[in-house]
């Protein structure tokens, strides 16, 4: 089960970190962030080494947090699925981007209104949250990953881009990782957007300087003791960057070998995937 075959590439060999340095970065690990899409599943199919990994990693005496930039869906339906896998997991231990925004906007335009491109999840956790999600005299456009987008969306979200409202991206990824392949992301979709209208803004999940202080609060752990694991290099591995935090990629998801000979967000150690990781952390399965 694999969205590319890594292990034929030429030049596979030259990428893959030796072993004495990805033990460095587990021994110095208190708490791994944890992505999900294309790290411990693929669509709705679990790695088959994920749950030896987590076991190894709790052997270890070290944690893991799951976080995901996926905003299409709710907390609960990820908790679910978690748990449909053999992984119980608390609120607690899962953030997603969309924890992220809302904690933000809460705090920097309170009490204004929204106009949210997104999912009926997405726009749930908004008026959840206080915010209203579908005013469309929209003090702020907010665009996710809408699995549900439609033209008027679109539509809406221009005029209000077009009249000088501010542009927030709840997540950036290009592609979200699927079996069989990729579907456009958010942050296909805020090129859209950028292209009609000339406007781009922020986001807020990985890699985000905001999304990292966020996780720092929530989990209380040290800015070097956080490990983040995952499979997209602009994301999960650029988050690490400039920061006392490190990264581990995988090659089982989004990421190339080719990405990883020109990329200038290089991780602190390569592996084929979390497999790679269970004889390192003192487990054999």
């Known amino acids: 089960m694999k969205i590319h075959d890594y292990e034929n590439h030429p030049q596979l060999a030259n990428v893959l970190t ?7 970065v587990l021994d110095g690990t208190a708490c791994f962030v944890l ?23 709790r052997a270890a005496g070290k944690r893991w947090l799951w976080f995901t930039n996926n905003s299409s869906r709710a907390p609960e339906e990820y908790l679910e699925r978690l748990a449909g896998f053999g992984i119980p997991a608390s609120r607690d231990e899962f953030l997603m981007s969309t924890d992220v925004a809302l904690d933000w906007l809460g705090r920097e335009r309170a009490g204004e209104t929204a106009y949210v491109v997104g999912t009926p999840s997405l726009r749930e956790a908004f008026a959840a949250a206080g915010i209203v999600p579908d005013d469309p005299e929209a003090d702020y456009v ?30 950036m990824d290009y592609n979200c990782p699927v079996e069989g392949g990729f579907i456009p992301d958010a942050g296909s979709l805020a090129a859209l957007l950028e292209r009609s209208t000339g406007v781009t803004g ?8 905001t999304c990292l202080d966020f996780i720092l609060r929530r989990t209380g752990c040290r800015e070097s003791g956080l490990t983040f694991v995952g499979d997209r290099l602009y994301t999960d591995i650029a988050i690490a960057r400039d920061a006392e935090a490190r990264s581990i990629l995988v090659l089982s998801g989004e990421a190339t070998v080719a990405d990883c000979l020109t ?11 979390l497999a790679d990781l269970i004889p390192l952390l003192g487990v054999t399965s």
Request: with cysteine; hydrophobic share 45%.
């Open 142 to 171: 907010v665009l996710g990953f809408d699995t549900t987008l439609t033209y008027a969306k679109l539509v809406t979200a221009c005029d209000l881009l077009r009249a000088g409202r501010p542009l927030y991206l709840v997540n």
């Open 18 to 24: 030796p072993v004495d340095e990805v033990r460095t």
């Open 35 to 57: 992505d999900m899409d294309g790290t411990i599943y693929l669509g709705a199919t679990l790695f088959p080494f994920t749950l030896d990994f987590l076991t190894a990693v």
């Open 263 to 273: 990329t200038d967000a290089a991780p602190d150690a390569v592996v084929r995937s």
């Open 202 to 209: 922020p986001s807020f999940g990985k890699p985000t300087r």
